[in-house]
């Protein structure tokens, strides 16, 4: 099993900034990508970044010029810098690794969540 633990939540007025991280631990053989995805009250959950081990990295729309992801391979762990948040950012953000356990079967794990709320 796989154990992703994110931090770094909480409550900003909006234009401030927050940074979310996410630290893999447990049964990992190797990790190929992180992202971060998020859920506000009766919405789906929705993509917010992705990022490969290798750097590659992918934005939602609504975030890009605002939100930075950024991995650190030898923690495997995953960051996401918020700037200029907005009251529409306010979500449960949601931490996500792919990649293969020890056991060489998949890994496609979540963690608890983080709630972000930003108040205009």
């Known amino acids: 099993q796989v154990q992703l633990v994110e931090s770094g939540g909480g409550l900003v007025q909006a234009g401030g900034s927050l940074r979310l991280s996410c630290a893999a631990s447990?049964?990992?053989?190797?990790?190929?990508?992180m992202g971060w995805y998020r859920q506000a009250p009766r919405q789906p959950r929705e993509t917010v970044a992705t990022?490969?081990?290798?750097?590659?990295?992918n934005y939602a729309d609504y975030v890009k010029g605002r939100f930075t992801i950024s991995m650190d391979n030898v923690k495997n762990t995953v960051y996401l810098q918020m700037n200029n948040l907005k009251p529409e950012d306010t979500a449960v953000y949601y931490c996500?690794?792919?990649?293969?356990?020890?056991?060489?079967?998949?890994?496609?794990?979540w963690g608890q969540g983080t709630q972000v709320t930003v108040s205009s």
């Open positions: 447990g049964s990992i053989f190797r990790i190929n990508g």
């Open positions: 990022i490969t081990s290798g750097g590659s990295s």
């Open positions: 996500n690794a792919q990649g293969l356990r020890r056991n060489l079967l998949r890994c496609d794990d």
